[in-house]
Structure formats: structure tokens, C-alpha cells
T-cell receptor, first 113, second 112 residues
Framework: SQELEQSPQSLIVQEGKNLTINCTSS?????LYWYKQKYGEGLIFLMM?????EEKSHEKITAKLDEKKQQSSLHITASQPSHAGIYLC?????????????FGSGTQLTVLP | DAGITQSPRHKVTETGTPVTLRCHQT?????MYWYRQDPGHGLRLIHY???????DKGEVSDGYSVSRSKTEDFLLTLESATSSQTSVYFC???????????FGPGTRLTVL
């Protein structure tokens, strides 16, 4: 979706390195979801952010939503081969209860051992 | 695991045939969704449901219909499948304190 841009499209890092994936919206976000997907498999829910300035962490993955609620970043510390996959951000652009998500095109992460 | 199953997991069919995909959930979630995932387009919402017999269209609803006659099942029907409907179809539900959205394992549909 052009409403939601993910960068970079692909990323190759050496094991142990830190990395950041960005998700930028052209509109105010009411909710921002991060998922991980292995090729040919389903989406694994990572985190959901709703408030400006909010930050959540799970193991070595941290996600932040900026104060203006138009950009989110996903940061992985000390990457491992198990982090490899496609990372997707999904956005809610309205405050209704239906939670209709618009997705970015994804970031393909490769972690070299 | 939000208790979501999809069936079938793989299907190959021919152009013009009807196809129904099933999403089943075991935890009484109110909201259910159907998305399709395609290279170059990412995930796009087809239809969603906010209760039994209550459904609404998403971004790419043309050529698809849905039904929800009971809470646990949300059916996606392609009345007359076309090759452009070859895709991976994902069902999702919202759950949790913050209404987080969780996805099923997906159905890979090929229309020849």
C-alpha cells in the first residue's frame, strides 16, 4: 500500500549485528501492528502500538511509535539466524472497533551465521 | 495460537468453478477477517465480520462473498474462480485486551 511504506525492502546482516526496519504512514495511525512471517507460513504477531511515543519490547525486538503517530520502527538487537524472515507492518487508519488493517510490502531479513 | 484453523490448506481448481474456504475459531471472537496475500501487493482485506450475519466489504471484495451463520465459522466463497484469484488466503481474528489481530495458517489457492 502506498499509504504505508516499509524500508528497507530487504536487509542482509551478519549474526550479532543490530538492525532497524521502518514503517512510515502518510496518515495518522490509530494502531500499528508488527508481524513476522516465514516463507510459505502464517503471520506471527509481534507487537501492537497505539499511543504516540509508545515503545514495547519482546526478547531482543523493540518497536516504537513516534509522537506524531506516523512512523514506527522495529529494532532487533544482536540478531540471530532465528530472526530471519519477512517483517510486516500493518496499520489502522481509523479509530473504529473493526480493526481493518492496511499492510506494508514487507522487509525480507536475512541473518548470516 | 488464537485457536484459528483454515480449511483446506491447499486447493487447486479450474477457472469458473465455485470455491469455498473455511475459517474456524474456537474462542468466541466477535471479529473475523479474510485477507489475501500476493507478491507485489502484500496483504489486502477482502471482507470482515463483526458478528453472526454481520459482514462488510474490504479493499478487494469484488468476486468474493462471505457468510457467517455461527460465531465460530467465517466462510469465503469465490462464486466463479478466476486465475487472478490465485493467492494465499489468510483468516484473522481480533483478541486480547487491546483487540490485537491474530492470523490463521493460510490457504494456498491455485486457479488454473
Amino acid at each position: 500500500s502506498q499509504e504505508l511504506e516499509q524500508s528497507p525492502q530487504s536487509l542482509i546482516v551478519q549474526e550479532g549485528k543490530n538492525l532497524t526496519i521502518n514503517c512510515t504512514s502518510s496518515k495518522t495511525l490509530y494502531g500499528l501492528y508488527w508481524y513476522k512471517q516465514k516463507y510459505g507460513e502464517g503471520l506471527i504477531f509481534l507487537m501492537m502500538l497505539q499511543k504516540g511515543g509508545e515503545e514495547k519490547s519482546h526478547e531482543k525486538i523493540t518497536a516504537k511509535l513516534d509522537e506524531k503517530k506516523q512512523q514506527s520502527s522495529l529494532h532487533i538487537t544482536a540478531s540471530q539466524p532465528s530472526h530471519a524472515g519477512i517483517y510486516l507492518c500493518g496499520a489502522e487508519f481509523s479509530s473504529g472497533s473493526a480493526r481493518q488493517l492496511t499492510f506494508g510490502s514487507g522487509t525480507q531479513l536475512t541473518v548470516l551465521p | 495460537d488464537a485457536g484459528i484453523t483454515q480449511s483446506p490448506r491447499h486447493k487447486v481448481t479450474e477457472t469458473g468453478t465455485p470455491v469455498t474456504l473455511r475459517c474456524h475459531q474456537t474462542e468466541n471472537h466477535r471479529y473475523m477477517y479474510w485477507y489475501r496475500q500476493d507478491p507485489g501487493h502484500g496483504l489486502r482485506l477482502i471482507h470482515y465480520s463483526y458478528g453472526v450475519k454481520d459482514t462488510d466489504k474490504g479493499e478487494v471484495s469484488d468476486g468474493y462473498s462471505v457468510s457467517r451463520s455461527k460465531t465460530e465459522d467465517f466462510l469465503l466463497t469465490l462464486e466463479s474462480a478466476t486465475s487472478s484469484q490465485t493467492s494465499v488466503y489468510f483468516c484473522a481474528i481480533t483478541s486480547g485486551l487491546a483487540n490485537e489481530q491474530f492470523f490463521g495458517p493460510g490457504t494456498r489457492l491455485t486457479v488454473l
